[in-house]
């Protein structure tokens, strides 16, 4: 059974350009939430994809989107990066309505905006 | 708004000793709580919950209190240990939805 992994593990883009990350569930898993992680902050929720469709949003605009394929793998993307988007974002995957504590975290992906 | 708030950035303990790390949440709707531990370079992992209908969820080592009516809640762990060492953030939720966190504490258990 393999866990939730991330690609790629550190980025580097600078102002306006565009970016996608991307995330493989775990093993049996539906759904994926992401969450971007500013320094000395907590994670805070993006949006949550199941069933291939976006299944609730956090206070982000909409140059952040994402999409879900069939074998719930996920992709976040960010148009017209700033500087303040510099952070790391974490996806976390779990089984549709079950317990919060049995939703697993990647590693992240570290991103710089210069 | 923050509605979830760890008002210690860091915490040191002794080996042995107890270590308690504190939260506090803003929001009513709340009904339950999460701790998870961070090591660098890792994901955040899942320690212990506790519903909004329990005041006391205990597992091995890690014991959560929950206290409704002050909006707080804490993580007792007992005995620390070096390998305890770790950010830690404590989480909420409404009705299984999204995670909310606090911005974490960083613990360090010394030898």
């Known amino acids: 059974e393999t866990g939730v992994t991330q690609s790629p593990t550190h980025l580097i883009k600078t102002r306006g350009q565009q970016v996608t990350l991307r995330c493989s569930s775990q093993?049996?898993?539906?759904?994926v939430s992401w969450y971007q992680q500013a320094l000395g902050q907590g994670p805070q929720f993006i949006f949550q994809?199941?069933?291939?469709?976006?299944?609730g949003r956090g206070n982000f605009p909409p140059r952040f989107s994402g999409l879900q394929f069939p074998n719930y793998s996920s992709e976040l993307n960010v148009n017209a990066l700033e500087l303040d988007d510099s952070a790391l974002y974490l996806c976390?995957?779990?089984?549709?309505?079950?317990?919060?504590?049995?939703?697993?975290f990647g590693p992240g992906t570290r991103l710089t905006v210069l | 708004d923050q509605q979830v708030k760890q008002n210690s950035p860091s915490l040191s303990v002794q080996e042995g000793r107890i270590s308690i790390l504190n939260c506090d949440y803003t929001?009513?709707?709340?009904?339950?709580f999460l701790w998870y531990k961070k090591y660098p370079a890792e994901g955040p992992t899942f320690l212990i919950s506790?519903?909004?209908?329990?005041d006391k969820n205990e597992d091995g080592r890690f014991t959560v209190f929950l206290n409704k009516s002050a909006k707080h809640l804490s993580l007792h762990i007992v005995p620390s240990q070096p390998g305890d060492s770790a950010v830690y953030f404590c989480?909420?939720?409404?009705?299984?939805?999204?995670?909310?966190f606090g911005e974490g504490t960083q613990l360090t258990v010394n030898p």
């Open positions: 976390a995957s779990s089984i549709h309505n079950r317990d919060l504590n049995e939703q697993f």
């Open positions: 093993s049996g898993h539906n759904t």
């Open positions: 994809y199941y069933r291939e469709e976006e299944n």
């Open positions: 929001n009513s709707m709340f009904d339950y």
């Open positions: 506790i519903s909004s209908i329990k």
């Open positions: 989480a909420a939720s409404t009705s299984g939805s999204r995670l909310t």
